[in-house]
């Protein structure tokens, strides 16, 4: 795992990019080491169990932002975010981000 520790002076200046990366990075690493299965040397993801629990930590994570307070704001962080996911995923599909990974299987079961 990366330190993403940093002082409280850049934690309290705004969003960080560098952050928000090694954070990706220490959760990627946890789903990819839960992912790994008992009884076969390969790493299943269980990609609709996996996307639930981000999901509960994101609603867990916007609760404790004062400005979710707002029905306003919540539905525009909402609406904003559900164009990203559908942008987003449609470029990494088109890329073929799964063609990469040994075996991974396109038509999935999520």
């Known amino acids: 795992?990366?330190?993403?520790?940093?002082?409280?002076?850049?934690?309290?200046?705004?969003?960080?990019?560098?952050?928000?990366?090694?954070?990706?990075?220490?959760?990627t690493d946890v789903i990819a080491k839960a992912s790994i299965v008992t009884d076969q040397p390969i790493v299943a993801l269980r990609t609709g169990e996996t996307a639930d629990a981000l999901i509960i930590s994101l609603i867990s994570t916007l609760a404790l932002?004062?400005?979710?307070d707002s029905?306003?704001?919540?539905?525009?962080?909402?609406?904003?975010?559900?164009?990203?996911?559908r942008r987003s995923v449609a470029r990494a599909r088109a890329e073929g981000i799964g063609d990469r990974l040994h075996g991974s299987r396109p038509e999935g079961n999520a």
């Open 71 to 85: 029905p306003t704001a919540l539905r525009k962080f909402a609406d904003e975010l559900a164009k990203r996911v």
């Open 65 to 68: 932002t004062p400005s979710m």
């Open 1 to 27: 795992m990366t330190d993403t520790r940093t002082t409280y002076e850049r934690a309290t200046a705004g969003f960080d990019p560098e952050f928000r990366d090694a954070l990706v990075a220490e959760i």
